[in-house]
């Protein structure tokens, strides 16, 4: 009783409800796939290039989001509370701000008529505007996840290098950085899982050309609409996606910072 609480039991329909209403169109999807034509349609060369193309930029977008994510994590970590909350609703912006919106505020800013135009930078409807897509999408789960890392774990054992005479680089690399590793770990994944799915941000700001712009989540819409991949391919894509989101929330699961805190204290 005292693990179930006292919760009317009545309760327990709509919960069951609502996690038939998330499990039953996964499942739907899943029934959709043609297992004997699976490989086939994963390894089309319009499905391939939509992979590799939603997997390298993934993959430079989360590179990007680790160069200025970490630094704006700790900014925000060891900023005063005040300051910390409006920089942390500024990274927050993104996560709530639908996508297409995104994508049309970095074409406002690196458009020919934007802000950025007058350099002459051909930066949208190009590969590199997908990544900057992605960066702007992905890079909060990182700032958010790592900040918070960094901010349970406090600034003694910082204080207790300084004193040893350790300088500010060596307390960064082998104090900062592996005290918050399992934050900075959870965020790494999120932001790779959040910047292969990216869909909105990308359509507007990089356009949907196949083999230079159009990612897995472009080419899956395409498809439904009558062109680019075969149904099947997209049925194929939308489980590999799905696949890659299980994968991540498994990934998230087993390095959360309170497990790995714990087992620290333990030993």
């Known amino acids: 009783m005292r693990r ?4 009317p039991p009545i309760l327990a329909l709509p919960a069951l409800i609502g996690l038939a209403f998330l499990v039953l169109p996964l499942a739907a999807l899943v029934g959709r ?12 060369p319009e499905a391939l290039d939509a992979l590799r193309l939603s997997v390298s930029t993934g993959l430079v977008a989360t590179v990007v989001c680790l160069v200025l994510g970490v630094p704006l994590a700790l900014l925000i970590a060891r900023a005063p509370a005040r300051t910390a909350s409006v920089l942390r609703a500024v990274v927050t912006v993104p996560l709530v ?4 919106v995104g994508g049309l ?3 406002f800013l690196f458009g020919r008529a934007g ?6 930078w051909q930066i ?15 890079l909060p789960f990182l700032v958010l996840a790592l900040e918070g890392a960094l901010r349970t774990s406090g600034l003694d054992y910082e204080r207790t290098a300084a004193g040893l005479g350790a300088g500010r680089w060596t307390i960064f690399w082998r104090v900062t950085l592996p005290l918050a590793a399992p934050g900075l770990l959870s965020g790494v994944i999120l932001c790779f899982a959040r910047a292969i799915g990216e869909f909105g941000a990308t359509a507007l700001f990089a356009g949907n050309a196949p083999g230079t712009t159009q990612t897995m989540p472009l080419a899956i819409y ?6 680019g991949v075969s149904q099947g391919a997209a049925v194929a894509l939308s489980l590999l996606l799905l696949v890659t989101a299980i994968a991540v929330l498994l990934l998230v699961r ?3 910072p309170g497990q790995t805190v714990s087992a620290g204290v333990g030993r």
Do not use: E
């Open 115 to 120: 802000w950025l135009g007058w350099t002459g």
């Open 33 to 44: 796939v043609q297992w004997g034509t699976l490989w086939a349609d994963i390894t089309s």
């Open 4 to 7: 179930r609480g006292y919760a």
């Open 105 to 107: 505020a970095l074409l």
């Open 124 to 138: 949208p409807f190009t590969t590199t505007a997908v990544v900057m897509a992605q960066t702007f999408v992905a």
């Open 97 to 100: 701000l639908p996508p297409m």
């Open 254 to 256: 087993a390095w959360r």
């Open 222 to 227: 395409t498809a439904f609409n009558g062109a």
